[in-house]
């Protein structure tokens, strides 16, 4: 390898170096619940002894994150809860159908919870890349769908 090249690995272990340490001391003595302070220890050793991504002995595990706590809803928060959740909606079946030609009704029929279908929409006549991306959105909206269903 030639000084050049030497050069430009360099900045590349650096940085690499750096992103861990900064890591390491976003997370001492443990004041997060879900990084406890062993963990610290633990990745500064990996990263002098071991190598960053190495393969040293011990393998750091991070806690369970903390049990779900119900919160009180608010009246004034019903509707912007409401009007995010219609606009999740509205996305869906905009991108599902310019993707697919169909709407939620066909693709995740549990999500409709018995809404009217919707009326005048169509398949897009779309390149294969524009194709990709309403499809990659589409999936993306019933996703956010399903997480707020959990909700």
Not at 89 to 96: M, T
Not at 118 to 134: F, I, M, Q, S, Y
């Amino acid at each position: 390898m030639n000084n050049l090249q030497s050069e430009m690995a360099s900045p590349r272990i650096c940085c690499s170096a750096l992103l861990v340490l900064l890591l390491v001391s976003s997370c001492n003595a443990g004041d997060h619940p879900a990084c406890p302070a062993a963990w610290s220890a633990a990745v500064g050793a990996e990263l002098f002894h071991g190598g960053v991504g190495g393969g040293g002995g011990g393998e750091a595990q991070c806690s369970a994150a903390a049990p779900h706590t119900p919160v009180a809803v608010f009246a004034h928060d019903v509707d912007p809860v409401r009007f995010a959740l219609n606009l999740e909606f509205a996305e869906a079946e905009f991108f599902l159908h310019a993707a697919f030609g169909v709407g939620l009704d066909h693709l995740a029929p549990n999500l409709t919870l018995g809404g009217p279908p919707p009326v005048g929409a169509r398949k897009a006549g779309l390149d294969e890349l524009t194709w990709r991306v309403c499809a990659e959105f589409a999936y993306q909206e019933i996703g956010h769908l399903r997480l707020q269903q959990r909700i």
